[in-house]
């Protein structure tokens, strides 16, 4: 029997395998983000091309947008064809991917899918877990597909930072590692360096930042220090000016400024090459709002969402230790959240980090599923909207109605009511933690 049920987990796992190679193959054959990485990284060991501007990588609108740190990590996918470094750059992301889903599986205490363990048992535990597994699917599915088609960067940088959230209070300085070389390579994950400070999780916080520090100077090994530095001034200029263009992308942001924008703002006439990328995509809304007030209304609700974020971490800090597992791992999912609707610009293969708040969201919805009241009544609704929303998003057929609602900023209702439902959920699992010492006092 042993030697059976070895054999069994022996199988199943070269089955595993097997797939996780075959999927990263198929997502490998038409990468549209990854040959940007490979070209710019041959510009850089042989000279052939500028690193920043237009005509870097495969040229505008799909030009090199990442400090040079990132192209040195990644040199060592220039050994290798082209489509065999795209599929292994897709396999290494599913086996992240796998590695994560399990890390947070067991942070939030949800009981692990017996996979070696035979049908039955698999099918029992998706029956009873079905709402944490369906909510995940529907909220993050997509954006996740998305991404891995696309050979972005943007999953394995989510992959760093969830890291350095689940190991901050128990492994600060490796925390800090993962959260300070996913700034250097990409700079929002800097969003949660106040978050930590605000948590008194003081130690992840500079090492996150002497991180960074470092690996933004490692390619002065290369360079030269006057190189790096230029090569740096290049990067942010370039983004700086990228920055500036507000409503005038290539593509419908799903940030809260870029659905400001469509909404709201005074149309001016695109560029050319930003319009033709631009056809096709309707234009909404009364075109209103001046630039210039455009611009101070959008500070403006950044500066009270990033400060109500902040004062609700604060306000949770003490009561930590009384907060379920859940509840801390939903006040995460709405930074995340938060991150999503801050951004400057989100395009939809930027949403694989719903991953986590969309996790967060089941195995609340999943513990919560028969408890009464009106803000885990509320917090439910809100959360099954964003599932259901999000999941029919993909299934409404035609690439004209797909653009009307990247337009429209469908994915960003869907993290709007995503994060009011975590929110809600915090809210709920708060008030039950105040109230557990009282309960306590009572006689029996």
């Not at 709002?289 to 609700?301: K, N, T």
């Not at 974020?309 to 009561?319: E, F, I, N, P, V």
């Not at 719903?354 to 009106?374: E, H, K, M, Y």
Request: aromatic content about 12%; charged content about 15%.
């Amino acid at each position: 029997m042993k030697r059976n049920g070895a054999m069994a987990k022996m199988l199943i796992r070269g089955g595993m395998m097997a797939g996780i190679a075959g999927a990263g193959y198929l997502l490998g054959r038409h990468p549209v983000d990854f040959p940007v990485y490979y070209r710019s990284a041959e510009n850089l060991l042989h000279g052939t091309g500028p690193l920043y501007g237009p005509k870097s990588g495969l040229g505008w609108p799909m030009y090199y947008r990442y400090p040079p740190v990132f192209l040195f990590i990644f040199l060592p996918m220039i050994l290798l064809p082209l489509r065999w470094a795209a599929s292994l750059w897709a396999v290494g992301k599913i086996a992240a991917l796998l590695g994560l889903l399990r890390w947070l599986r067991q942070h939030a205490g949800l009981e692990q899918l017996p996979l070696y363990e035979g049908w039955e048992k698999i099918a029992a535990w998706l029956g009873r877990n079905w709402r944490a597994w369906m909510l995940t699917l529907l909220l993050a599915g997509t954006y996740l597909l998305v991404e891995f088609r696309y050979g972005n960067v943007e999953f394995f940088i989510f992959f760093l930072t969830a890291l350095a959230l689940l190991t901050a209070d128990k492994r600060p300085w490796a925390a800090g590692a993962a959260m300070g070389s996913a700034i250097a390579i990409k700079v929002w994950p800097l969003f949660f360096i106040p978050y930590w400070l605000v948590q008194k999780k003081n130690r992840a916080a500079a090492a996150g930042l002497l991180a960074a520090l470092l690996f933004t100077l490692l390619p002065a090994g290369y360079f030269g220090w006057q190189g790096n530095e230029h090569a740096l001034w290049q990067w942010a200029g370039q983004e700086w000016q990228t920055a500036a263009k507000g409503g005038t992308l290539w593509y419908p942001s799903q940030s809260l400024r870029g659905v400001m924008d469509r909404y709201l703002a005074v149309r001016k006439p695109r560029p050319v090459q930003d319009a033709a990328a631009h056809k096709g995509y309707a234009e909404l809304g009364c075109g209103c709002v001046s630039d210039q007030a455009m611009h101070a209304l959008w500070i403006g609700l950044e500066g009270l969402g990033y400060g109500a974020l902040l004062w609700g971490a604060w306000k949770m800090r003490d009561s930590n230790r009384e907060l379920s597992e859940e509840s801390r791992l939903c006040m995460d999912g709405i930074a995340i959240c938060g991150l999503a609707l801050l951004s400057p610009f989100i395009h939809i293969e930027d949403l694989c980090v719903l991953l986590w708040p969309a996790i967060a969201a089941g195995v609340w919805l999943q513990r919560r599923s028969r408890q009464a009241g009106d803000c885990v009544r509320s917090a439910r609704i809100c959360l099954w909207s964003a599932a259901i929303t999000a999941g029919v998003i993909p299934l409404i057929p035609g690439s004209a109605a797909q653009r009307w609602l990247q337009a429209a900023g469908a994915d960003c209702g869907v993290v709007m009511l995503l994060a009011l439902g975590l929110t809600l959920a915090v809210v709920q699992g708060s008030a039950a933690a105040r109230q557990k010492p009282a309960t306590a006092a009572m006689p029996r």
